[in-house]
């Protein structure tokens, strides 16, 4: 007994597809075994990069080219940079050695007898004579004649910020707070001047009450900013 296969409906489908996709020939003078067999390997091949050995990229070499500067010009920037702080390191040594200068001399002056309107060691000192000798001889800069102008010519400084060197200034003789007083500032509190008549250059405390009391500010003199710029 011989048995035939009944295609069923979605085989029936299925040839008359390929039936059009053979261009209208009829499905049975179209040999299945004639179709071409697809292999769908090289569908979901993974994708290999491009290769830019030896050749110019995409954005071309005009393009490409203007990368190199930047890298270049950071590179340039490092002299510069450190140039700079160079020159900052140099500015603060040279602070410094001007600090140093200044009471390293107000210190060997110590015991100089107090003379009014005196402005040396062997004729002895006022406060501003003092303060006038010590920055002229130990830096070079020369201060107005009196305490009051020596107040004007200078910068600012806060209590806190205060440095070896700077100018203290106070209010004696209880006439409008008029300045009347000057010492040079050495650190912690504090500073060496020419007292008054009946004492020698000597170091006080802004701490001490007689002091504390008087007290108008501080400034730095302009002329050891101007000097320590110059050399900076």
């Known amino acids: 007994m011989l048995l035939f296969a009944i295609p069923t409906h979605a085989e029936t489908r299925a040839v008359a597809n390929l039936s059009l996709i053979a261009g209208g020939t009829s499905a049975s003078s179209l040999s299945l075994n004639q179709l071409p067999i697809l292999n769908p390997a090289p569908m979901f091949a993974a994708p290999s990069a491009p290769s830019f050995a030896g ?24 002299p510069a940079a450190s140039a700079t702080d160079d020159q900052a390191d140099s500015s603060a040594e040279t602070i410094t050695d001007l600090r140093k200068a200044l009471i390293g001399l107000a210190m060997n002056l110590r015991d100089v007898r107090y003379v009014r309107g005196g402005h040396s060691p062997t004729t002895g000192f006022d406060c501003s004579g003092f303060v006038r000798y010590v920055f002229a001889h130990a830096i070079g800069v020369q201060l107005p004649t009196n305490s009051a102008s020596q107040f004007l010519a200078g910068l600012k400084v806060k209590r806190a ?24 500032y050495i650190s912690n509190g504090r500073f060496i001047h020419a007292p008054t008549t009946g004492k020698s250059v000597q170091i006080s405390s802004l701490d001490e009450a007689y002091w504390a009391k008087r007290f108008v500010g501080a400034k730095r003199p302009d002329g050891m900013l101007a000097l320590a710029g110059r050399n900076g």
């Open 55 to 78: 050749a110019t990229p995409a954005f071309g070499a005009a393009h490409s080219s203007l990368l190199a500067p930047v890298v270049a010009k950071a590179d340039d920037a490092k």
């Open 161 to 184: 910020d205060m440095k070896p060197g700077d100018l203290v200034f106070f209010h004696t003789s209880g006439r409008h707070h008029r300045i009347t007083h000057v010492g040079i």
